[in-house]
């Protein structure tokens, strides 16, 4: 018990020093905090849209919503998980190296350090993820609890 609180403390540490890194940079040069969510369309395909963090220009914080078993991912280079739905609902944040999300409804995602995303696509066709460039992928991947 006492290693997944560690886990947990890790998670939260390295989530607050990538989010804090993108937050620092949008507030030199004005470019908003965006959340990338994939999602199953009524197509049954999956989509993707952009969410912005609203975080006030004088500081602050975008409350995610609340997390549930925290976990640090890795992947290495050319790994590739085929057309899969998410597990559950979740955050993806990119600590290092890069991965290409192809998403059933056609687009292509690419993602890299600092890279947020939203997994909503629980049914339908779902998505591909590979693992590009020649370093592992780091994740934080917190889900979201039930009924957020």
């Given amino acids: 018990m006492r ?5 947990f403390v890790v998670a939260a540490s390295l989530s607050f020093a990538v989010l804090s ?20 369309g009524p197509d049954g395909l ?3 849209e952009e969410i912005e963090a609203k975080i006030p ?3 602050g914080s ?21 057309y899969h739905v998410a597990p559950r609902r979740q955050y993806i944040i990119t600590l290092s190296g890069h991965a290409e999300l192809v998403l059933s ?3 292509t995602l690419q993602v890299g350090p600092g890279s947020i995303e939203l997994a909503d696509d629980l049914t339908g066709k779902g998505h591909i993820t590979r693992t590009v460039g020649n370093e592992d992928r780091i994740a934080i991947v917190i889900p979201v609890a039930d009924g957020k």
């Fill in 3 to 7: 290693a997944q609180g560690a886990v």
């Fill in 21 to 40: 890194a993108p937050v620092a940079q949008s507030a030199e040069n004005g470019k908003p905090v965006k959340i990338t969510r994939f999602f199953t």
């Fill in 46 to 48: 999956t989509h993707a």
């Fill in 57 to 59: 220009a004088t500081g």
């Fill in 62 to 82: 975008f409350n995610l919503q609340a997390p549930a078993g925290v976990q640090i991912r890795r992947t290495p280079p050319g790994r590739e998980n085929g």
């Fill in 105 to 107: 409804g056609g687009q």
